[in-house]
């Protein structure tokens, strides 16, 4: 005979235990895993929402707008402000400003109404169709494509706006983003094309985190006594989003752990019929010198075994749901394969655990604590 | 030969029972020992007997130090051990108590050899080696692996006499240990545990089996909770 005989005592009772009454204990573990899965699977859904969410929102929350008090009836933001918007953006992101007004654009005998604008480093705010846009307008008009399939223009037809004519130069991107700056309607003009002031200044910030900064600074050195400035900023909007998205991934898990609940109730009632059934058997263990504390550890084992077991099954088959999710929907590998994801297979793997591991306790405690002479009277 | 012989003299007994009382409380009181002087030797080989209900069990669980007395105390080698807490009775079982009952008590889940040593299970020493030296000394050397579904009654109940030897006893508790199995193999049986008393270990059966006090040294008769006195309790 092998010395390791019992090298794990409580371990090796505890499997010959859980084969003995192999459908049953396969029932509470399939509970756990259920359990788990459900969990798990609900954890990894809200994630992939929220992370695709927040990439459709994408640059939402990294731009600061700028413009007159609206109470104020000013045309056009001072130099002094522009500067002001410049220097709470130093370190943070670029400050861009802007001139924009809605006007009627025509080419030949179509026309179209258009968001113009005046910026003379288009790249900050806009992407470039063909290729990228210049940091620097050298003249003639970037076109949103609403208006260049409206007005069916191509590179090096002519636009009119306001009476004067321009080359079309380039096309912009559509964007995704949702932001008060659309590409889809504008024609991107250089700056001398306007005179007066400036009607915005946009700061595209390097994080959400920055624009809120250049926001507040702005706000400071601006809007002392009177609001000077409306400063437009969704970052904290983004706050809110993601807030509303942590509830309904909270809500989905506990959801799933009410099924975890109920597998931890299927468990403490195999728990308390096994070890009733197994009553004579605990008091002989008792008897022959045993320790309580080695029996309670026994069954505990049991518990957990089949949490263990039930954790992985549930664990593993939502990690293969989230692979499928990947595989047969749009949703991609970036969103669904992340920390936290990971995180929540391991976590509901303890979990899993951590349940069967409490409904044993009971019947555990019980079962041990019992007199080994009433225990062997049956 | 006959130990009761030197009792009076120096010899410690193994266990021994002094003016034991043992009353189970409930709706009304029930007196199942009273006033009981036990001593009991090493080498020694006892049989009680008395009719249903007239206290064996009580006595054996008081002697297997399952149960406490209410009045009185129990000696295990000398040393009062009726006020130990339930940890320290556990590893007293342990260390010098053999336990034989009527219907065996294997785990199913187990193997013989597994079985033997399953006393030890928790604790550090290596028992395989003995427990498969003390299977073999029963006569089943060839059914080691096997679990209890696989052995016939009497096969059982020596898996169970060779596990109440894993530890080295000094006393060895036996329940009606022939009470499930038929003559000859109860025969086997007692000349087993005939063996391990003349190893010096006491032995004390609880019976209602004529066959077991022929193996016995000594015989007692309880009757009511009392040990009774006369020729009976002293059949030879
Ligand atoms: N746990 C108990 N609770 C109450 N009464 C008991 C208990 N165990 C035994 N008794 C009573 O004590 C008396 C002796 O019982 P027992 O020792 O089992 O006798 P025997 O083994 O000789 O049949 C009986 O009257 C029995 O009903
Ligand atoms: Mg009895």
Same mark, same amino acid.
């Given at each position: 005979?092998?010395?390791?005989?019992?090298?794990?005592?409580?371990?090796?009772?505890?499997?010959?235990?859980?084969?003995?009454?192999?459908?049953?204990?396969?029932?509470? /573990?399939?509970?756990?895993?259920?359990?788990?899965?459900?969990?798990?699977? &609900?954890?990894?859904?809200?994630?992939?929402?929220?992370?695709? /969410?927040?990439?459709?929102?994408?640059? =939402?929350?990294?731009?600061?707008?700028? #413009?007159?008090?609206?109470?104020?009836? /000013?045309? @056009?933001?001072?130099?002094?402000?522009?500067?002001?918007?410049?220097?709470?953006?130093?370190?943070?992101?670029?400050?861009?400003?802007?001139?924009?007004?809605?006007?009627?654009?025509?080419?030949?005998?179509?026309?179209? !109404?258009?968001? =113009?604008?005046?910026?003379?480093?288009?790249?900050?705010?806009?992407?470039?169709?063909?290729?990228?846009?210049? /940091?620097?307008?050298?003249?003639?008009?970037?076109?949103?494509?609403?208006?260049?399939?409206?007005?069916?223009?191509?590179?090096? *037809?002519?636009?009119?706006?306001?009476?004067?004519?321009?080359?079309?130069?380039?096309?912009?991107? !559509? #964007?995704?983003?949702?932001?008060?700056?659309?590409?889809?309607?504008?024609?991107?003009?250089?700056?001398?094309?306007?005179?007066?002031?400036?009607?915005?200044?946009?700061?595209?910030?390097?994080?959400?985190?920055?624009?809120?900064?250049?926001?507040?600074?702005?706000?400071?050195?601006?809007?002392?006594?009177?609001?000077?400035?409306?400063?437009?900023?969704? *970052?904290?909007?983004?706050?809110?989003?993601?807030?509303?998205?942590?509830?309904?991934?909270?809500?989905?898990?506990?959801?799933?752990?009410? #099924?975890?609940?109920?597998?931890?109730?299927?468990?403490?009632?195999?728990?308390?019929?096994?070890?009733?059934?197994?009553?004579?058997?605990?008091?002989?263990?008792?008897?022959?010198? =045993?320790?309580?504390?080695?029996? &309670?550890?026994?069954?505990?084992?049991?518990?957990?075994?089949?949490?263990?077991?039930?954790?992985?099954?549930?664990?593993?088959? #939502?990690?293969?749901?989230?692979?499928?999710?990947?595989?047969?929907?749009?949703?991609?590998?970036?969103?669904?394969?992340?920390?936290?994801?990971?995180?929540?297979?391991?976590?509901?793997?303890?979990?899993?655990?951590?349940?069967? &591991?409490?409904?044993? @306790?009971?019947? @555990?405690?019980?079962?041990?604590?019992?007199?080994?002479?009433?225990?062997?009277?049956? | 030969?006959?130990?009761?012989?030197?009792?009076?003299?120096?010899?410690?007994?193994?266990?021994?029972?002094?003016?034991?009382?043992?009353?189970?409380?409930?709706?009304?009181?029930?007196? +199942?020992?009273?006033?009981?002087?036990?001593? %009991?030797?090493?080498?020694?080989?006892?049989?009680?007997?008395?009719?249903?209900?007239?206290?064996?069990?009580?006595?054996?669980?008081?002697?297997?130090?399952?149960?406490?007395?209410?009045?009185?105390?129990?000696?295990?080698?000398?040393?009062?051990?009726?006020?130990?807490?339930?940890?320290?009775?556990?590893?007293?079982?342990?260390?010098?108590?053999?336990?034989?009952?009527?219907?065996?008590?294997?785990?199913?889940? $187990?193997?013989?050899?597994?079985?033997?040593?399953?006393?030890?299970?928790?604790?550090?020493?290596?028992?395989?080696?003995?427990?498969?030296?003390?299977?073999?000394?029963?006569?089943?050397?060839?059914?080691?692996?096997?679990?209890?579904?696989?052995?016939?009654?009497?096969?059982?109940?020596? %898996? +169970?006499?060779?596990? +109440? $030897?894993?530890?080295?006893?000094?006393?060895?508790?036996?329940?009606?240990?022939?009470?499930?199995?038929?003559?000859?193999?109860?025969?086997?049986?007692?000349?087993?545990?005939?063996?391990?008393?003349?190893?010096?270990? +006491?032995? %004390?059966?609880?019976?209602?089996?004529?066959?077991?006090?022929?193996?016995?040294?000594?015989?007692?008769?309880?009757?009511?909770?009392?040990?009774?006195?006369?020729?009976?309790?002293?059949?030879?």
């Amino acid at each position: 005979m092998s010395g390791g005989l019992w090298r794990l005592p409580a371990l090796a009772l505890a499997w010959r235990n859980l084969r003995r009454n192999r459908l049953r204990s396969v029932l509470a /573990a399939l509970g756990i895993a259920i359990g788990v899965f459900v969990i798990v699977v &609900l954890g990894i859904f809200g994630t992939v929402l929220q992370l695709s /969410a927040s990439q459709e929102l994408g640059g =939402i929350g990294n731009q600061v707008i700028v #413009s007159p008090a609206e109470e104020r009836q /000013a045309e @056009a933001l001072t130099p002094r402000q522009i500067q002001s918007v410049e220097r709470a953006a130093v370190g943070r992101g670029t400050a861009v400003p802007v001139y924009a007004e809605n006007a009627l654009a025509s080419a030949g005998s179509q026309q179209s !109404p258009a968001q =113009i604008y005046g910026i003379d480093n288009p790249a900050a705010l806009f992407e470039g169709r063909d290729r990228s846009l210049p /940091a620097q307008h050298r003249g003639g008009a970037f076109v949103g494509p609403s208006v260049a399939s409206a007005l069916d223009l191509q590179i090096g *037809s002519t636009v009119e706006v306001g009476g004067q004519q321009y080359r079309v130069v380039g096309f912009l991107e !559509p #964007s995704q983003d949702i932001t008060p700056i659309q590409p889809n309607n504008a024609i991107v003009l250089a700056e001398r094309e306007f005179t007066g002031g400036y009607d915005q200044a946009v700061v595209v910030a390097d994080s959400p985190e920055d624009a809120t900064a250049v926001a507040d600074d702005i706000d400071r050195r601006l809007n002392v006594r009177t609001d000077r400035v409306d400063i437009f900023e969704l *970052s904290e909007l983004l706050d809110t989003i993601a807030e509303f998205f942590t509830l309904l991934n909270r809500f989905l898990i506990a959801l799933g752990s009410v #099924s975890l609940l109920v597998a931890g109730v299927s468990i403490l009632n195999l728990m308390l019929m096994s070890t009733a059934e197994r009553r004579g058997e605990i008091g002989l263990m008792r008897a022959v010198g =045993i320790h309580r504390e080695s029996v &309670l550890r026994l069954l505990l084992a049991e518990a957990t075994l089949l949490g263990a077991i039930g954790g992985f099954f549930g664990a593993v088959l #939502s990690g293969l749901a989230a692979l499928a999710l990947w595989a047969v929907t749009p949703i991609g590998l970036d969103v669904v394969v992340v920390p936290r994801n990971g995180g929540y297979l391991v976590g509901g793997f303890v979990f899993g655990i951590a349940v069967a &591991l409490i409904s044993g @306790a009971y019947p @555990a405690w019980k079962a041990a604590g019992e007199r080994p002479v009433e225990a062997l009277r049956g | 030969m006959n130990n009761t012989d030197h009792t009076t003299a120096t010899v410690e007994p193994a266990i021994r029972l002094e003016s034991v009382t043992k009353q189970y409380v409930g709706a009304e009181t029930v007196t +199942a020992l009273a006033d009981v002087d036990l001593p %009991v030797y090493g080498g020694e080989f006892l049989a009680i007997v008395g009719p249903s209900g007239s206290g064996k069990s009580t006595m054996l669980n008081l002697l297997g130090l399952l149960d406490g007395p209410t009045e009185g105390v129990v000696r295990l080698g000398g040393r009062d051990v009726t006020d130990l807490s339930e940890t320290e009775l556990t590893d007293a079982r342990r260390e010098y108590i053999g336990f034989v009952f009527q219907d065996f008590h294997l785990l199913p889940t $187990l193997t013989a050899v597994e079985n033997v040593t399953l006393p030890t299970a928790f604790t550090d020493g290596q028992y395989a080696d003995r427990a498969v030296d003390l299977l073999g000394r029963v006569g089943l050397g060839d059914r080691l692996d096997h679990t209890p579904d696989e052995l016939s009654g009497g096969q059982k109940q020596r %898996v +169970a006499i060779a596990r +109440a $030897l894993i530890n080295r006893p000094e006393i060895l508790l036996a329940d009606e240990p022939t009470g499930n199995l038929d003559r000859e193999t109860g025969v086997t049986i007692l000349e087993e545990v005939r063996r391990i008393c003349e190893r010096g270990v +006491a032995v %004390v059966a609880v019976t209602h089996d004529e066959l077991v006090t022929e193996y016995a040294d000594r015989t007692v008769r309880l009757v009511d909770g009392r040990l009774g006195e006369g020729d009976d309790g002293f059949a030879t």
